[in-house]
């Protein structure tokens, strides 16, 4: 194996240096930036975490800051990423490390081990990317660029990693391990892509099984994702110029989150019938359904979401509570939403000003 990969890591680094795209969060060793990044880039494109990142960091330019921030705020700033868990992970953490750590971010494995969301992939990147500590990290890039790499068959999956994982400390400098696990990120990236990777590039090709056997087209194995699709009926309650709107309650999908009442609609059942039924099964009101408001269509990451919208009037007043609110159209913005509901207010937004 050493005498195999022996020039790995040499090319690697070399590779990386001219190379790696200028990204924000690799222009700083701080540990707090570069945990920020890794949890937004985790299941999102560069591209689209940029501006997310740089927002954040603008509002919270440390860990302190985040733990003195409200729960809402955080998750306000993180709209749009989806995955809230990973948000309120990262407020509960920068709690924790404000308190007990004194704001210093610990550089221990154990430590970083209790902290919330800090699963082996961030621990791997914290401790390798800011502390250059000799730390595997293994992401869907890693692992696809190892898999061809030993041509090891099969879909990418964790039952891998043990594989993955000696051949990373068969190759791993003893020092500037930050640029090699990034340049490995980055090779998965640009180069040893999921479709089309383009081999005659690659610093690493002379090393590839998979490149030698012609099989990198099918390694790893291509995954089929099965989107199911979600039809829903929502009310817009419309009293004296505010909307009623809801907190989604804790351990449930978009925890934390508001949005405008209703739910699934039955099969056999019609979306108009559907929003009075979800109104008195959620509110235990029922409502005068006005007109029909527009429809909207949101994709999530398992499920595409079809949302039928309904001007409705109470006929009782639903109960009001720090879970459950009458807010003014221009006050929405305020709130932390699903993208769906976001789609809605920009709906409603839109007609108000024609």
């Not at 500590?133 to 030993?150: C, G, H, K, S």
């Not at 398992?302 to 720090?322: A, G, I, V």
Request: positive net charge; contains cysteine; aromatic residues 10%.
């Amino acid at each position: 194996m050493k005498s195999q990969y022996f020039s790995f890591s040499k090319n690697m680094l070399g590779w990386y240096r001219k190379s790696a795209r200028e990204l924000p969060w690799r222009k700083t060793s701080d540990p707090y930036k570069i945990w920020i990044s890794e949890i937004m880039l985790q299941q999102t494109t560069v591209t689209a975490v940029i501006p997310f990142y740089e927002r954040w960091i603008k509002r919270f330019p440390d860990v302190q800051s985040v733990a003195r921030a409200s729960q809402q705020t955080v998750l306000k700033l993180w709209q749009g990423l989806g995955y809230y868990t990973r948000a309120r992970n990262i407020h509960a953490s920068a709690k924790i490390i404000s308190k007990e750590y004194e704001g210093i971010f610990p550089n221990d494995k154990d430590k970083l081990r209790e902290l919330p969301g800090f699963g082996p992939y961030t621990v791997g990147a914290v401790l390798s990317i800011a502390f250059d500590q000799r730390e595997t990290i293994i992401d869907a890039n890693v692992r696809r660029v190892v898999m061809r790499q030993l041509k090891i068959h099969g879909k990418a999956k964790t039952e891998h990693d043990k594989k993955i994982v000696e051949f990373l400390l068969s190759v791993m400098p003893q020092k500037d391990n930050r640029y090699f696990n990034q340049a490995l990120m980055e090779l998965g990236a640009l180069v040893c892509r999921s479709k089309n990777p383009t081999c005659l590039v690659c610093p690493v090709n002379h090393s590839c099984q998979a490149h030698h056997h012609g099989v990198e087209e099918i390694i790893p194995e291509p995954k089929k994702q099965v989107i199911r699709e979600v039809f829903a009926s929502i009310a817009l309650i419309e009293h004296q110029g505010k909307y009623f709107l809801q907190k989604r309650p804790k351990g449930k999908l978009f925890a934390d989150l508001w949005e405008f009442p209703g739910g699934k609609i039955v099969k056999g059942e019609s979306a108009k019938t559907a929003v009075i039924r979800e109104i008195q099964e959620e509110l235990g009101i029922d409502v005068e359904v006005i007109e029909p408001h527009g429809h909207v269509i949101q994709f999530y990451t398992q499920f595409k979401s079809n949302l039928s919208l309904w001007l409705c009037k109470p006929l009782t007043m639903p109960k009001e509570d720090k879970n459950h609110k009458w807010l003014k159209l221009s006050d929405l913005k305020k709130y932390p939403m699903p993208s769906g509901t976001v789609r809605i207010v920009e709906l409603l937004q839109a007609k108000a000003v024609q």
